[in-house]
């Protein structure tokens, strides 16, 4: 895993503290000898950390009762309580607090039971340098979102809800001995929220992986059956979104994230891009509506409402003013806590404003907004002659950037050609 490079504008993101204050971090471990370790590896960062070190997950929960830390980094065997129950806890009583779990690679398989209260793993022995990048990733979407309320609520979730129509057969898949990875991976593949918490799992430092996964095909291979039949039955890592109004509407978010997915990917290859950017492209374009769907999923039909009363102001301000962050805010900094490659985090965070990115070359981002300004509309209704994301002419015309929707020629060289769809500013 490379040091962070997802940028507000043209300037890298520096993880801080509450309130610019120092990086409150507490490393819980029963075994003195690792402690010391962690001590003396990440001695270098004591001026822009504040530190401390504890032999036992009891009092831990007491140090935590007496002070704020920003991170908590737990051991996962361990007497008394171990990792999973600790963040747990740590969960219910603090939950804007990112949660890491550092474990040994033997604990492969238990190590799963921390997956609902834990944000990210490391597996041991890990190296200052992943410690580091993993804070500064995690800590430097707070500048982005950076209301208090959105931010306990993005660091509290668990899992996001995931349509009956395919969570039901999935379930039902997993418990026959004969299904096949490609069944599963299909299946999967198909739902936004499944895809993300799988990709979460892959994409972690614990697998410490050359290569970013991208798809739902990868991060079954890499997991194998038996482990992707324990998280789903066992587990319980997705979750059925209970039956209701506001069923169609996700299911058309879902929908929508597939075929901004499919078209983000057209997009990059269709510009002379490798497979390598366009399946980070397709992935971005997958995960691009995963803030909305948190904001539905807890706001409901109030998110609704909000989206289609939007005036003159764009969806992302009306997002702003009534929730305290938009859906790419929301759901960058999601992505980013849960390990996702830069790539994808930065595109979904600047997909409706790439120009705000700064830059003058082609990247993952470009083919995102491609997609979303000149692909479907967004699911929600929005009020008449408005739309979600309105294509940055300047921006796609300094990369003479080309789209073919639909198998019509809507961009060439970066200028309409005419066709496609138009949208009031």
Known sequence: MGRMVVRIGTAPLIGQGTQGMKLGILFVDD??????????????QRAEWDMSFC???????????????????????????DGADLLSQVERAHPGTLRVVLSGYSEKHSIFRSIGPAHQYLAKPCSPELILTLMERALAMRRILADEHMRRLASGLRTLPSLPDLYLPLTRAMEKDSVTVGEIADLVGRDVAMTAELLKITNSAFFALGAHMTTAEQAVKLLGMETVRNLVLVSGIFRQ?????????????????????????????????????????????????????????????????????AGPETLEDCERRTFG??????????????????????????????????????????????????????????????????????????????????????????RRTGKGRTCNA
């Open 31 to 44: 075994d003195p000898n690792i402690l010391q370790a962690l001590q003396r590896m990440l001695r270098g």
């Open 241 to 309: 979104y209970e039956a209701g109004p506001g069923q169609d509407k996700l299911r058309a978010l879902s929908d929508y994230s597939l075929q901004t997915g499919q078209l983000a990917r057209q997009l990059a290859l269709e510009n002379g891009e490798n497979s390598d950017l366009a399946a980070l492209a397709q992935c971005a374009g997958m995960m691009s509506v995963i803030g909305a769907l948190v904001l539905f999923d807890a706001f409901g039909s109030r998110y609704g409402a909000a989206v289609a009363e």
């Open 55 to 81: 032999d036992s997950p009891v009092r831990a929960l007491a140090l935590l009762e007496q002070r704020h830390f920003d991170v908590v980094v737990s051991d996962m065997r361990m007497p008394d309580l």
């Open 325 to 414: 962050a938009s859906h790419c805010e929301l759901g960058a900094y999601l992505l980013s806590l849960w390990g996702f490659p830069d790539a994808v985090v930065e595109a979904v965070l600047y997909a409706l404003r790439p120009s705000a990115l700064g830059g003058g070359s082609r990247m993952v981002t470009s083919y995102l907004h491609l997609a979303r300004a000149l692909g479907a509309d967004f699911p929600l209704p929005l009020k008449a002659d408005r739309c979600c994301a309105v294509l940055d002419e300047i921006y796609t015309g300094a990369l003479a950037l080309r789209a073919t929707v639909n198998g019509e020629m809507v961009l060439a060289d970066g």
